[in-house]
């Protein structure tokens, strides 16, 4: 049984950083891509960022790169999202989803629905 879980969300003031965490199991990660993606009230799932569970490559969105950094831990089955500079329009639900990366294609994050696994999601409320 696949799972993905995620943890790390909560109420922070503007400026401060999280760092999410989403535990995988029942996948072999090699073959899977592993990316973040978040939704805020009234508007579309949007990817964050993600990581290629075989060869370590990232993709960030342009606009949050730079704030944002996706890393693993492959023994332990964990990937994270630290995010600095945390403003209110990153207030959302974080999502962590598993995507099979058949060989020669990239990882993306425009279409979630290419996705086939996905966690229950973290609540990230950045307010003063």
């Known amino acids: 049984q696949v799972q993905l879980v995620e943890s790390g969300g909560g109420l922070v003031q503007p400026g401060s950083s999280l760092r999410l965490s989403c535990v995988i199991s029942?996948?072999?990660?090699?073959?899977?891509?592993v990316s973040w993606f978040r939704q805020a009230p009234g508007k579309e799932r949007e990817g964050v960022s993600g990581?290629?569970?075989?060869?370590?490559?990232?993709v960030y969105s342009d606009s949050l790169k730079g704030r944002f950094t996706i890393s693993r831990d492959a023994a332990k089955n964990k990937v994270y999202l630290e995010m600095n500079g945390l403003q209110p329009d990153d207030t959302g639900v974080y999502y962590c989803?598993?995507?099979?990366?058949?060989?020669?294609?990239?990882?993306?994050?425009?279409?979630?629905?290419?996705?086939?696994?996905w966690g229950q999601g973290t609540q990230v409320t950045v307010s003063s």
């Open positions: 989803a598993a995507d099979y990366i058949p060989l020669g294609r990239k990882l993306q994050l425009n279409d979630p629905d290419e996705y086939d696994y």
């Open positions: 029942g996948l072999t990660l090699d073959y899977y891509g």
């Open positions: 990581i290629n569970g075989g060869d370590g490559s990232t």
